[in-house]
């Protein structure tokens, strides 16, 4: 059974600070990795995709990955309050079959 | 113009009626699934198609069962309605199935009373 483990949270961090959100997966098959935000009551929205090992940037967001270690996750710089949301972590082995995690609410105080 | 749309958005029904949410993209993906999002908000596969030919069947009862009149379309019809089927019920597609790019539908949130 493929796993893909998340930190519940909440994560509550200041306007400006460093969000920090983190994922780790059991298949070391695994080759594709997503991260999703999805605001209260709305659909997942893919934001970030990595799949080689090391860091990918866009924006304010870096996603880092570590294949060695079965790790991915996701920093937000200046995180602003309308990045709060709940960040949700998938990961792919094969063909499109993603293994979501059970995702991270992040809140982010004025 | 929306990318993938579903209806309808909200669906409210009585246990062991059959119900149909339908979905269309207009992205040109050859590839299209439901999920299903529980009360705990955990996301889970349902079904895939590609290119109207079903290439994912995850552990799902046979009360629910898709079907794709084109690659455009993916509707999922729900037989004898259980309480436990009350969630939100979300379509994707992505360009093909070897992409894992997926974009989401708005979602129709199904409540079983």
């Known amino acids: 059974q493929k796993e893909v483990e998340q930190n519940s949270g909440p994560l509550s961090v200041p306007e400006g600070a460093i969000a920090s959100l983190n994922c780790t997966y059991s298949d070391r098959g695994s080759q594709s990795f997503f991260w999703y935000r999805q605001y209260s009551g709305k659909s997942p929205e893919l934001i970030m995709s990595?799949?080689?090992?090391g860091d990918k940037e866009d924006g304010r967001f870096t996603a880092q990955l570590n294949k060695a270690s079965q790790y991915v996750s996701l920093l937000i710089r200046d995180s602003q309050p309308s990045d709060s949301a709940t960040y949700l972590c998938?990961?792919?082995?094969?063909?499109?079959?993603?293994?979501f995690g059970k995702g991270t609410m992040l809140l982010v105080s004025p | 113009d929306t990318a993938v749309s579903q209806t309808p958005k909200y669906l409210v029904t009585q246990m062991g009626n059959d119900k149909s949410i339908k979905c269309e993209q207009n992205l040109g993906h050859d590839t299209m699934y439901w999920y299903k999002q529980d009360s705990k908000k955990f996301l889970k596969i349902m079904f895939s198609?590609?290119?109207?030919?079903?290439?994912i069947n995850e552990t799902v009862p046979n009360r629910f069962s898709p079907k794709s009149p084109d690659k455009a379309h993916l509707n999922l019809h729900i037989n004898s309605l259980e309480l436990g089927d009350s969630a939100v019920y979300f379509c994707a597609s992505s360009p093909d199935r070897r992409s894992n790019e997926q974009f989401f539908g708005p979602g129709t949130r199904l409540t079983v009373l």
């Open positions: 990595i799949y080689s090992n």
């Open positions: 998938a990961v792919t082995g094969g063909y499109s079959t993603l293994t």
């Open positions: 198609y590609n290119n109207k030919e079903l290439i």
